[in-house]
């Protein structure tokens, strides 16, 4: 049996920002000189950028331990546009010599963060003045971390798969004002990758746009649950709010998997029970369900309410097709219900 290598990233709690998920790359074992001299080496690409420094050390949150990047730069800049952030980017992994994996994640990952302020500000990206996002820490990040992953081999042969993000509430200030949590930007990176987001669990911005951009880049799987695996090693990134009761970590796993046993075997069985219908009906139903793209469709025999013989509907689906399916599964068949059952296939 074949296995392959799995990193979760559970950001259910305290959301993920850049410097939270580099901390938990870290944490796992990433080359710390090897990181933070490439975060640093970021200056020499971004125009008015002095210096830029890279802190990591081991914090308490909450009497759990974690580890905390801090990014102190010393810069001059009222913004940057979006074509200097990407080229700053673009330089940057051309002078390191990054491999075409990691040079992909990272263009990919700042392209995803321009794309949302276009849509945001509603410019092209040459006009659009990027303030907090045009800082050198956003390169420094977005470096930073597709590094570590390189370095921990998380780039090759694994898949990373990440829980819903947390991205906090209330209203935060920004260089355009006060805008509600998450961030505008925050909102459409999550938004056009259609990622799962959960808000809370406190008044704060507990997702950032860098962070956002990472995770849809970096993930190939949404689990609402830790799926199959074998945790080898676990990293916990900080951040640098206080949270109160919270603790502001992202926690990140290392893992082994059985590739035969992960999550494109998730499966999910729609059921129904139809005493009423006919067999030209039934029929009829199993054969609109296949050419819409269930997996298998049955047909069991039972006894209903009230002894009355009946048929189940049973289908296997994918969970993209639950809600498609479930719906032509009741227009077909006139039932007034669907059981949705989640599955896990092992082969």
Partial sequence: MSHKKILLIDCQVAGIAGNMLLGALLDLGADMEKVTCAMESAKDFVNGCNSIDVVVKDVMQREFRAKEVNVVIDEEFDYRTGIEIMQAVKNCAESLELSDKASKMALGSVKTLMEAEISVHGARLE?????????????????????????????????????????????IKISHGIVPVPSPATLEILRSRNFPMIGGPVEAELTTPTG????????????????????????????????????????????????????????YVLETNVDDATGEVIGHAVEKLSEAGAIDVCIIPVFTKKNRPGQMIKAIVSKEDVKRLSRLMMEETGTLGVRVLPCRTIG
Avoid: W
């Fill in 127 to 171: 006009d659009v003045h990027l303030h907090e996002i045009g800082s050198a820490d956003t390169v420094a990040d977005i470096i930073g971390n597709v590094i570590a992953l390189e370095d921990l081999g998380a780039l090759k042969d694994t898949i990373i798969c990440s829980t819903a993000v947390a991205v906090g509430g209330g209203f």
């Fill in 212 to 267: 956002a951009s990472l995770l849809v880049n970096l993930t190939s799987k949404y689990v609402q649950f830790y799926p199959l695996m074998k945790a080898e090693v676990v990293g916990f990134g900080a951040g640098c709010t206080d949270l109160g009761a919270v603790p502001n970590i992202v926690r990140v796993i290392l893992g082994d998997t059985s590739a035969s046993d992960l999550l494109r075997d998730e499966i």
